[in-house]
């Protein structure tokens, strides 16, 4: 296998929606209310009162009754202001600390690969993380 690969090599959405589904919640930073905030034309306090809770003292896109994120309707309805940990999935630093959470989040997204050398794996999170700051 080349050296040469993207992190759209090891990853392709399936726009399935399984990564907006079940428990943790998305985390939205302040940038990411603010610009949602906007995106639904409401003021910032509005949208954490109706589309947040809280969890550990921080904010998360509340679920739905079917255990999806609050914006999911068979397609994400602020894609164009999603939270950047949407962003940035499923590059996340978890995997630059043990790689073996690529293969544990695999099992849940058929988008990822993981026929890669762990070493590229690593480098593709890296290179992705990098951007989407």
Avoid at 29 to 50: C, G, H, T
Avoid at 53 to 63: A, D, F, H, R, W
Avoid at 84 to 95: A, V
Avoid at 123 to 128: N, R, Y
């Amino acid at each position: 296998m080349s050296d040469a690969i993207t992190p759209d090599d090891i990853f392709t959405c399936q726009k399935c929606g399984d990564c907006c589904r079940g428990y943790g919640g998305t985390f939205v930073a302040d940038k990411d209310i603010q610009r949602i905030s906007r995106y639904l034309n409401m003021d910032s306090s509005q949208f954490v009162a109706e589309f947040c809770q809280i969890s550990g003292g921080k904010p998360v896109l509340t679920q739905g009754d079917n255990g999806y994120c609050i914006f999911w309707d068979r397609l994400c309805t602020i894609h164009p202001v999603k939270p950047q940990m949407c962003k940035k999935w499923p590059f996340i630093g978890s995997i630059l600390a043990d790689v073996n959470n690529w293969h544990i989040i695999a099992a849940c997204c058929s988008g990822i690969r993981t026929d890669v050398p762990d070493r590229l794996i690593k480098e593709c999170v890296k290179k992705k993380l990098s951007t989407c700051s």
